[in-house]
């Protein structure tokens, strides 16, 4: 299927590894011009130079932090008239009220959260003004459940759900498009390193550490290529109907805990 994406350009964020660079190596597959945007510079050159001996595509990279303000400003103009927006950069630690400290719960929402906010805040206004665009917020399926354990991650994603269906109401007005995706357990190196932690202490050895998601559904966690290539699809014309909406891409995982 053609997805009509061919000579669009994207910004990624946390784009270097995971479902950031599953996603950038999708738009590509499909066409797409990138720029990619992470706090590691290293991780960026080498990302980049893969998917160029892959895609010859014109992609650019920038290293930048963007919990910070003027990194957000810094960004947006590099990407200038930008067709797509991709925000999946951050994090949010695991723990409950008493585990999560103020520091550490400002520090995570400062990428996660306000990241997401004001990078689409700059990349909005100037959709609008082309009357024209797409943004796909990566989120995560845990704010559709109250996790206790979970609950500065719990809380931001909930909040970014709604900051996607309330966008994509009012974004239609201007020719643009705000969809959200959420991510169940997904097989990234920040997952597998966890997973293998887990394994070593339980099995006392961590390369089992496959046999510890078995109950998953389908005996196993999504690959990042299966959550990037919803991504995709939903940037593309072939989803010109579709806004304010959330995708889950967790094997039906919430459905069955929600039954």
Same mark, same amino acid.
């Given at each position: 299927?053609?997805?009509?994406? &061919?000579?669009?350009?994207? +910004?990624?964020?946390g784009?270097? @590894?995971?479902?950031g %660079? &599953?996603?950038?190596?999708?738009? /590509? ?8 945007v ?5 991780? %960026?050159?080498?990302?980049? /130079?893969? $998917? $160029? ?10 290293? !930048?932090?963007?919990s ?9 103009? &590099?990407a ?5 927006l991709v ?6 630690? @695991?723990?409950? +009220?008493?585990a999560?400290?103020? /520091?550490? *719960?400002?520090?995570?929402?400062e990428?996660?959260? !306000?990241?997401?906010?004001? %990078? ?5 206004r ?10 796909v ?5 845990a ?19 709604? !900051?996607?269906? &309330? +966008?994509?109401g ?6 643009i498009?705000?969809v #959200?995706?959420?991510? #169940?357990n ?8 966890? *997973? ?6 339980e ?15 389908f ?12 991504v ?5 014309p072939?989803a010109s109907?579709?806004s304010?909406?959330i ?5 039906g995982?919430? /459905?069955r805990?929600? #039954?």
């Amino acid at each position: 299927m053609d997805l009509g994406l &061919a000579g669009k350009s994207a +910004l990624v964020t946390g784009a270097s @590894q995971g479902i950031g %660079l &599953a996603v950038a190596e999708s738009l /590509a597959a499909e066409g797409c011009n990138l720029i990619l945007v992470s706090r590691s510079r290293e991780k %960026l050159d080498k990302a980049r /130079a893969g $998917l $160029l001996a892959r895609h010859p595509r014109a992609i650019d990279i920038h290293p !930048f932090d963007l919990s910070r303000s003027d990194s957000i400003k810094a960004v947006a103009a &590099a990407a200038g008239g930008v067709d797509i927006l991709v925000n999946n950069a951050g994090s949010i630690p @695991q723990g409950d +009220l008493l585990a999560v400290d103020e /520091a550490t *719960w400002r520090a995570a929402w400062e990428l996660k959260v !306000f990241g997401f906010v004001n %990078l689409t805040r700059e990349i909005y206004r100037a959709m609008r003004e082309r009357r024209t665009g797409v943004i796909v917020n990566i989120i995560g399926s845990a704010g559709e459940r109250p996790s206790p354990g979970y609950i500065a991650g719990t809380t931001g994603n909930a909040g970014l759900m709604q !900051f996607t269906r &309330a +966008l994509g109401g009012e974004s239609v007005d201007f020719g643009i498009r705000v969809v #959200g995706v959420n991510p #169940g357990n997904t097989e990234t190196e920040r997952q597998t390193v966890r *997973w293998e932690a887990r394994a070593e202490a339980e099995l006392g050895d961590k390369s089992r550490w496959r046999e510890l998601v078995t109950d998953s559904p389908f005996g196993r966690m999504a690959t990042a290529k299966e959550v990037a290539d919803v991504v995709t699809f939903l940037a593309s014309p072939r989803a010109s109907y579709v806004s304010g909406t959330i995708v889950t891409v967790d094997g039906g995982r919430m /459905a069955r805990l929600k #039954g």
